[in-house]
């Protein structure tokens, strides 16, 4: 599996009782992102279908300019199974035979059907995309293991645990395609106007929207930079809709757990016969509230 960046380790806050059934199983849990507790996980800015009427204005000005103004312009018709851009080829060769106001008339009087067929690309386009989103998991990790806000939000108020999980190149663990999440004041916007335009004309085809999923998928609102997150996503149509998935990983990968600094001593014991049966090779550490600063400090126990 290649690498997408150079870490050898990331973090995972969880439960107690998560901490307990990964330790039992070594297995993680991939998620749907729509069970995500940020709702604004896993949007993108698109068309509208309030801007439909607009955008149909845009595309019949664009083919104008195309066909009659722009000589360095041309149609792809390699990639063009339904023949638009051979009749757009077509229709510039004959251009000097074909005035442009009978076209912008011709165009004029099909402008509903444009519109009405736009709108149906826009709600099949968003539908697929929906569905994309249910059938994808993705596993969220972190940079660092003592931040106290993702400790009391994901480790239920530091009565939870941390893993450290070791992406190591020779096991080819998931940890090693992992990817960097962007902060952003805006959606990311998975193809501009004037983008989509020049696909539908057959002048620049968009072959990277695989690419452009993964700007979605890790991307996220300005206020949530403090975790310093990293993700990877999975997607197939085999997996169940919205349910969440577990995969076993290899012992060598769990490097450590890191006990929170209010987790009930009977939890500490019962982790701790688990990792002594199941994973005897890991690094038990125990958190602890820093005495003159708001820090966590770390004691190791085995």
Known sequence: MPRFHSRDHFFKYVTKDAAKLIINDHKL??????????????????IDEGR????TGLLTHRIQEYVWDRNDIQF????DPFGFGQILTRLKQMKNLIPREEFLRNTEAILPQMIDSGRRATANFNEETRL????TRVMCLAEENDNLLMWAHYSASHTGAVFKLKAIDDLDVPFLVARKVRYSREYPVLVTEEEWINHLLYVNRIMNIGERHIDLFCTKGIDWSYEKEWRISINSEDYPLREAIYFREPPEVFGAIYLGCHMPQEDK??????????????????????KRT??????QVR
Request: hydrophobic share 45%; aromatic share 18%; proline share 5%.
């Open 294 to 299: 708001y820090n966590i400090e770390f004691e």
């Open 132 to 135: 994309f989103v249910l059938q």
């Open 76 to 79: 792809n018709v390699t990639d």
């Open 29 to 46: 849990r991939w998620s749907c992102p729509l069970d995500f507790n940020d709702p604004f996980d896993h949007q993108f800015a698109f």
């Open 269 to 290: 014991e019962q982790i701790m016969e688990l990792a002594n049966q199941s994973l005897p090779n890991m690094e038990i550490w125990q958190a602890k509230q820093g």
């Open 52 to 55: 439909i009427e607009v955008f």
